[in-house]
């Protein structure tokens, strides 16, 4: 006997599915699930990112992450600098670049979950 489908799960996978497809279909460069999870992580969640304390929350390697934030740093969505108070570890900053495509992911979103944008023609038939 098949499992009903779970609306909400559904919903969610769905709205990912929307955005990730918007972010496709958009002029620019595509980001991997992994520099997405790196970017986001260094943009919603406060305080100062290095390498190692992104390893560790994401809970992938270290050159994973280096690969990751190399790909950032060439779409200047986030760039690296040696900590001054402890010269072995490495900051990671946002930038303006970055910030700019927050507000876009975040609008993006919007309009996959219905939020922005009106119902078609189709919708209302």
């Keep these: 006997m098949a499992v009903p489908p779970n609306p909400v799960s559904d919903a969610q996978v769905g709205l990912l599915r929307d955005t990730v497809v918007a972010l496709v279909r958009r002029d620019g460069a595509d980001l991997s699930a992994r520099q997405l999870g790196v970017f986001l992580t260094c943009y919603l969640k406060d305080g100062a990112h290095t390498v190692r304390g992104l390893a560790a929350d994401l809970n992938v ?19 690296r600098k040696v900590d001054p108070l402890d010269r072995r570890s490495v900051l990671v900053q946002r930038t303006p670049k970055g910030s700019a495509f927050l507000r876009d992911l975040r609008s993006i979103m919007t309009e996959a979950s219905g939020g922005g944008k009106k119902p078609s023609k189709k919708a209302a038939a």
Excluded: Q
Excluded at 61 to 79: F, H, Q, V, Y
């Design 61 to 79: 390697s270290k050159p994973a992450i280096t690969r990751a934030l190399d790909r950032l740093g060439e779409l200047d969505l986030a760039r």
